[in-house]
């Protein structure tokens, strides 16, 4: 059973902008949805936090970012979602949905800008 479907990847020119969006599965106890994330992953890098947000309105985000990404969720929808905007060829890269309270992560969508 799948538990964080993503979607919302694609391929966009520098300068464009993109929304992911990743649900969580109803039967997933709220208490395990608190927080909510994404990090990507690029080939050949490791896996790097882009931000996360929790319940209750908290945002974290990672230095990559640079105020161009904004993390929101919907918790009715046990969905998070993550604007980006002025994309940057350096951000083409796997983006998985996490949730850090159970390990559990998405399948992967992939984000590819080109110059």
């Known amino acids: 059973q799948v538990q964080l479907v993503e979607s919302g990847g694609g391929l966009v020119q520098a300068g464009g902008s993109l929304r992911l969006s990743c649900a969580a599965a109803?039967?997933?106890?709220?208490?395990?949805?608190?927080?909510m994330g994404w990090y990507r992953q690029a080939p050949g890098k490791q896996r790097e936090l882009v931000a996360t947000?929790?319940?209750?309105?908290?945002?974290n985000y990672g230095d990559i970012i640079e105020g161009r990404f904004t993390i929101s969720r919907d918790n009715a929808k046990n969905t998070v979602y993550l604007q980006m905007n002025s994309l940057k060829p350096e951000d083409t890269a796997v983006y998985y949905c996490?949730?850090?309270?159970?390990?559990?992560w998405g399948q992967g969508t992939q984000v590819t800008v080109s110059s």
């Open positions: 947000m929790d319940s209750f309105g908290n945002r």
């Open positions: 996490n949730l850090p309270q159970l390990n559990l």
């Open positions: 109803r039967n997933i106890a709220k208490i395990y949805i608190n927080t």
